[in-house]
């Protein structure tokens, strides 16, 4: 597991995005390998529930509806992204990993993608940025979300840019964004292969 911080907010990442870790999550994610869920929960477990405990260092154990439990909110998925897998993926992962635990958490579909917005590989930092802010809050989840500390969880973290652009629109809406969760964290490359500055 690897600690780092992302503007100030604790950030707990499984792995980096290299060798079987990303050869399984590029499975699951783009090949169609839903079965790999269960792998990949688990790689994810130890870190989300880390956060979790994080997150509610003053909250009574129970269950997790109760008011002090932490949220734990996915990226959201490109609608596209979404139609061509068939399933959220971040959303099968976070089920996996807190599979028969009693974090005392509660799962919330908060986010979503707003028009434009296109994947992130291969966009330079500047487009990073620009595309990342293509994210809202989606109106159901406002008042559930609203005075409560927030988990976010997201699959590879490169610059940030889409972690910074949720954590902003949740904060928007009265959440409290405690710490951030990824499966693995990928260093940007130029054309030669060297690290991006």
């Known amino acids: 597991m690897l600690a780092r ?42 870190p989300l529930l880390r956060a979790i405990r994080l997150a509610a260092p003053s909250a009574p154990a129970g269950a997790p509806g109760e008011p002090g439990a932490p949220l734990v909110v996915a990226m959201p998925s490109r609608p596209r992204g979404v139609r061509e897998r068939g399933y959220r993926h971040l959303d ?38 620009r595309n990342a802010r293509r994210i809202a809050v989606r109106r159901a989840a406002r008042r559930v979300i609203h ?34 969760v990824a499966l693995c964290t990928a260093e940007r490359r130029d054309a030669a292969g060297l690290p991006a500055k």
């Not at 399984?24 to 929960?41: C, D, N, P, Q, T």
């Not at 958490?105 to 940025?129: C, F, S, W």
């Not at 809406?173 to 951030?180: C, F, K, L, Q, R």
């Open 147 to 180: 005075g409560r500390r927030v988990v976010l969880v997201d699959d590879i973290i490169t610059t940030g840019a889409s972690v910074r652009a949720a954590r902003d629109a949740l904060e928007r809406a009265g959440a409290s964004v405690a710490v951030i």
């Open 92 to 129: 099968l992962l976070i089920a996996s990993a807190l599979r028969r635990q009693r974090a005392p958490a509660l799962r919330v579909r908060a986010l979503r993608t707003t028009r434009g917005r296109v994947g992130q590989v291969g966009l330079r930092a500047a487009q990073r940025e």
């Open 5 to 46: 911080e992302l503007d100030g907010l604790p950030c707990i990442v499984r792995g980096r995005y290299e060798g079987p870790l990303r050869a399984v999550l590029v499975a699951f994610k783009h090949g169609g390998r839903e079965s790999f869920r269960r792998m990949l929960g688990e790689a994810l477990r130890a």
